[in-house]
């Protein structure tokens, strides 16, 4: 019973975090007005992916092992009503019942949010990257005059001459590493320091 309503997994949230296979990376001439990029490799590939995969890896295994954990705590719980249910009457077996099945239904739940929240971090993740890598790809369609950069896997068919993956990630790599630039923190002004008060006048 419990173990179909305990079904919390974190395969969805590894689901494209680990990295595609090495590609090469020496990238020919390109002199196009348009050119392609495959953005889902250039993120995989790149070293701040890689941060991002070992994380979500790591967080996924974690949580893996809990779900693992409360399972085997709840088969005890299971098997310990069972072995109670032939001493107690249905009346009295029928409360603590609904309490374990109100049990597997939070557990479930929580895992599942848990779930949730590492496949937003992979997004929220995923887009970092893209807004810090916005420059540099702008910064290759100048150099080689581009007045457009499509995602590869959109375009129905294209030269691979106009495909810039393997030079912006060695781009990226060099500006970003595996961290995105934060933001710097906010200062905090000064506090003014405090007037002194006008002496009283008797």
């Not at 890689?50 to 719980?77: F, H």
């Not at 029928?94 to 109100?102: I, K, Q, S, V």
């Amino acid at each position: 019973m419990w173990r179909t309503l305990i079904g919390a997994c974190v395969a969805l949230a590894v689901v494209g975090a680990t990295p595609l296979a090495a590609q090469g990376t020496q990238a020919a001439p390109v002199n196009s007005a348009i050119l392609t990029i495959d953005s889902e490799r250039m993120f995989l590939n790149s070293d701040f992916g890689k941060r991002v995969a070992r994380e979500i890896e790591q967080r996924g295994t974690e949580l893996a092992a809990e779900n693992r954990q409360i399972e085997a705590e709840l088969a005890d719980a299971e098997q310990e009503l069972t072995d109670r249910r032939a001493t107690m009457t249905p009346e009295a077996f029928r409360p603590l019942a609904d309490a374990f099945d109100t049990r597997v239904q939070e557990t479930r739940r929580e895992q599942a949010v848990k779930t949730r929240a590492l496949n937003e971090l992979l997004g929220q993740e995923r887009e970092a990257f893209l807004r810090a890598a916005g420059p540099v790809l702008q910064a290759l369609m100048a150099e080689v005059g581009a007045t457009v950069v499509l995602e590869r896997r959109t375009v129905f068919i294209s030269s691979n001459a106009s495909d810039i993956t393997a030079r912006a990630i060695e781009r990226i790599n060099a500006t970003l590493g595996e961290q995105a630039e934060q933001p710097a923190p906010e200062q905090t002004p000064d506090e003014p320091q405090d007037e002194q008060a006008p002496a009283s006048q008797d």
